[in-house]
């Protein structure tokens, strides 16, 4: 039960969506568009 408390973590969520949004700028740095892109 205490995995299903972790999924259901909401910060645990956050640190997720932060990751993937480190992942998407330095993605999208390294083919040098403007990263004006990602904030739609």
Do not use: T
Not at 4 to 12: H, K, Q
């Amino acid at each position: 039960m205490k995995i299903l408390d972790r999924f259901n973590d909401p910060d645990l969520g956050k640190r997720m969506v932060s990751r993937v949004k480190a992942i998407a700028l330095q993605a999208v740095g390294r083919l040098g568009r403007p990263i004006v892109l990602l904030e739609v």
